[in-house]
């Protein structure tokens, strides 16, 4: 079970961040701003982290997959159509 929206400071955020708060989007920013102004990135902006995303199942990539290749087929069938109004 996957628990989401949690508050940045919970105990549950802190423990899977190495005890550290999570960073919300004004911290991101302001850490982007002493960036541009000091030309240097801010020390404590955490890194992105490596590796596979494992909230997505191989059952979910399959079906991710298979939303993919319809909307494309739908969009080339869709392109088709309107190539032969046209011409």
């Known amino acids: 079970m996957y628990i989401q929206d949690l508050p940045g400071d919970s105990r549950i955020v802190k423990q899977?961040?190495?005890?550290?708060p999570?960073?919300?989007?004004?911290?991101?920013?302001?850490?982007?701003l002493i960036?541009?102004?000091s030309g240097k990135p801010h020390p404590a902006?955490?890194?992105?982290?490596?590796?596979?995303?494992r909230r997505?199942?191989?059952?979910?990539?399959?079906?991710?997959r298979k939303r993919i290749a319809e909307k494309r087929r739908?969009?080339?069938?869709?392109?088709?159509?309107i190539?032969?109004?046209?011409?």
């Open 16 to 20: 899977y961040n190495d005890g550290r």
């Open 45 to 53: 902006r955490p890194k992105p982290k490596k590796g596979v995303d």
């Open 22 to 32: 999570r960073w919300d989007d004004e911290q991101f920013l302001l850490a982007d």
């Open 35 to 37: 960036h541009v102004m």
């Open 83 to 87: 190539s032969t109004e046209e011409g």
């Open 56 to 64: 997505e199942t191989p059952r979910r990539a399959q079906i991710r």
């Open 74 to 81: 739908r969009a080339m069938a869709r392109n088709a159509e």
